[in-house]
């Protein structure tokens, strides 16, 4: 008890003793004006240091937070926090909302209004993903495809991906949010544009997965890639190509808006990523049991972050 009331204040020292050289610095600098050189210098010196030692007491610990993956964490409890669907549903958002400039129908999380172009608002702020934050369902975007050229798409769909993580493996340590989001879109000619880390993949066919499936075609390698610590270069067979997994995870649907399919933000899944060149596949694996989604089988090409114009 007594420990903690004299830290509770960091820096309140470094204050006072700021307040007492300062006024030492004018009295000396009054008296012998060559010393008050050689006192800012001893000055600067100190809070150089102590700062130093300050940011270097915070930055430890929070540069390893990693996904990890591991065969025994597969089946840990996944931490029960709120998503970001839920923290908007407690918020209390009028039906009908228009655009004040035109009348157009809007959401209440347009920046924009897809109709006039004004500048909107929004009711609710979503957390800003690195990557499509600005992006609204009902507007278009430009994607650079790899064989067809320029293609002039509207988003139908927008998904909000949680990044999970555990602290480290085991099947009692929780999967908590890191906090990150990634985003996917669904647009026209029923494309999905993913993006994850920083990689884009434009996924063009989809189709359903049993557990069987995975079991059977994906999950040992996924297993050897998670207990190499994601380091090994494990490489299999499927659908008459050789594949290489650069990825794999925990994610958590935290919010979904837009037309077509609705996937129940809460639904928690692992995600195999693998390429053969410049093609990708993408596994979906749900948790059984609850309203989670289906699992899921992509495939698509690897884009550029600039084949993408928002
Ligand atoms: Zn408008």
Same mark, same amino acid.
């Given at each position: 008890?007594?420990?903690?009331?004299?830290?509770?204040?960091?820096?309140?020292?470094?204050?006072?003793?700021?307040?007492?050289?300062?006024?030492?610095?004018?009295?000396?600098?009054?008296?012998?004006?060559?010393?008050?050189?050689?006192?800012?210098?001893?000055?600067?010196?100190?809070?150089?240091?102590?700062?130093?030692?300050?940011?270097?007491?915070?930055?430890?610990?929070?540069?390893?937070?990693?996904?990890?993956?591991?065969?025994?964490?597969?089946?840990?409890?996944?931490?029960?926090?709120?998503?970001?669907?839920?923290?908007?549903?407690?918020?209390?958002?009028?039906?009908?909302?228009?655009?004040?400039?035109?009348?157009?129908?809007?959401?209440?999380?347009?920046?924009?209004?897809?109709?006039?172009?004004?500048?909107?608002?929004?009711?609710?702020?979503?957390?800003?993903?690195?990557?499509?934050?600005?992006?609204?369902?009902?507007?278009?975007?430009?994607?650079?495809?790899?064989?067809?050229?320029?293609?002039?798409?509207?988003?139908?769909?927008?998904?909000?991906?949680?990044?999970?993580?555990?602290? #480290?493996?085991?099947?009692? !340590?929780?999967?908590?949010?890191? %906090?990150?989001?990634?985003?996917?879109? @669904? *647009?026209?000619?029923? $494309?999905?544009?993913?993006?994850?880390?920083?990689?884009?993949?434009?996924?063009?066919?989809?189709?359903?997965?049993?557990?069987?499936?995975?079991?059977?075609?994906?999950?040992?390698?996924?297993?050897?890639?998670?207990?190499?610590?994601?380091?090994?270069?494990?490489?299999?067979?499927?659908?008459?190509?050789?594949?290489?997994?650069?990825?794999?995870?925990?994610?958590?649907?935290?919010?979904?808006?837009?037309?077509?399919?609705?996937?129940?933000?809460?639904?928690?899944?692992?995600?195999?990523?693998?390429?053969?060149? #410049?093609?990708?596949?993408? !596994?979906?694996?749900?948790?059984? %049991?609850?309203?989670?989604?289906?699992? @899921? *089988?992509?495939?698509? $090409?690897?884009?550029?972050?600039?084949?993408?114009?928002?």
């Amino acid at each position: 008890m007594m420990m903690n009331r004299t830290a509770s204040v960091p820096g309140s020292a470094d204050l006072i003793f700021g307040v007492i050289a300062l006024i030492f610095l004018c009295v000396m600098s009054l008296i012998f004006p060559s010393f008050t050189g050689i006192l800012a210098l001893w000055l600067a010196f100190y809070f150089f240091s102590s700062g130093m030692h300050i940011m270097r007491a915070q930055n430890t610990g929070a540069s390893t937070m990693r996904p990890v993956m591991a065969v025994s964490a597969a089946n840990a409890p996944v931490v029960n926090t709120p998503t970001l669907a839920d923290k908007m549903a407690a918020i209390n958002i009028p039906k009908d909302l228009k655009c004040p400039s035109c009348g157009a129908a809007i959401r209440p999380t347009d920046k924009k209004c897809n109709y006039c172009g004004s500048s909107l608002v929004p009711l609710i702020d979503l957390p800003q993903p690195a990557n499509f934050g600005d992006v609204q369902v009902g507007q278009s975007i430009q994607v650079t495809h790899p064989k067809q050229g320029v293609l002039t798409l509207t988003v139908h769909r927008r998904l909000y991906y949680g990044e999970l993580w555990q602290e #480290s493996s085991g099947p009692n !340590v929780p999967w908590t949010t890191t %906090g990150t989001y990634f985003v996917g879109l @669904t *647009l026209d000619r029923d $494309l999905f544009l993913l993006n994850w880390q920083s990689r884009f993949y434009l996924l063009d066919s989809h189709t359903p997965l049993t557990d069987m499936d995975i079991n059977r075609d994906f999950a040992p390698y996924a297993r050897q890639f998670a207990m190499s610590n994601q380091t090994a270069d494990v490489r299999f067979q499927y659908a008459s190509e050789n594949w290489k997994i650069i990825d794999i995870g925990k994610f958590r649907i935290e919010y979904c808006d837009g037309d077509g399919a609705q996937i129940s933000p809460g639904s928690v899944g692992r995600f195999i990523h693998a390429s053969s060149g #410049s093609d990708v596949l993408v !596994v979906e694996d749900y948790q059984s %049991g609850g309203s989670g989604g289906l699992d @899921t *089988l992509w495939k698509g $090409l690897i884009i550029q972050q600039s084949d993408i114009k928002t």
